[in-house]
Nanobody, 127 residues
Framework: QVQLVESGGGLVQAGGSLRLSCAAS????????MAWFRQAPGKEREFVAV????????IYADSVKDRFTISRDNAKNTVYLQMDSLNAEDTAVYYC????????????????????WGQGTQVTVSS
């Protein structure tokens, strides 16, 4: 049974930082691209960042570029999202997701390409 479990969310002041973690089990982690999505109240779930199998390729949404950093530790089956310079627009539930669509350098962004999802962790940024 595949499980993705996010942690690290919380309440932070604008300008602050948080680091999210997503621990995966039940899948061959090293063969999955890992991504973060987020969903704000009343909005659709949107892409945030993705990293390929080996970490060689990454893509970020324009809204988080230069502020967020995705990373992974294949030995620990964990993907991270370091979030700096947070602002109120970053308030959302953050989800990690796993995709084995494409090859080792693949960086999918469409939600439909991700087979597995975590339950989400709330990030609230106070202004």
């Amino acid at each position: 049974q595949v499980q993705l479990v996010e942690s690290g969310g919380g309440l932070v002041q604008a300008g602050g930082s948080l680091r999210l973690s997503c621990a995966a089990s039940g899948l061959y982690f090293s063969s999955y691209a890992m991504a973060w999505f987020r969903q704000a109240p009343g909005k659709e779930r949107e892409f945030v960042a993705v990293m390929s199998w080996t970490g060689d390729s990454t893509i970020y949404a324009d809204s988080v570029k230069d502020r967020f950093t995705i990373s992974r530790d294949n030995a620990k089956n964990t993907v991270y999202l370091q979030m700096d310079s947070l602002n109120a627009e970053d308030t959302a539930v953050y989800y990690c997701a796993a995709s084995n669509s494409g090859g080792r350098y693949s960086v999918p962004r469409a939600k439909s390409l991700f087979a597995y999802w975590g339950q989400g962790t709330q990030v609230t940024v106070s202004s």
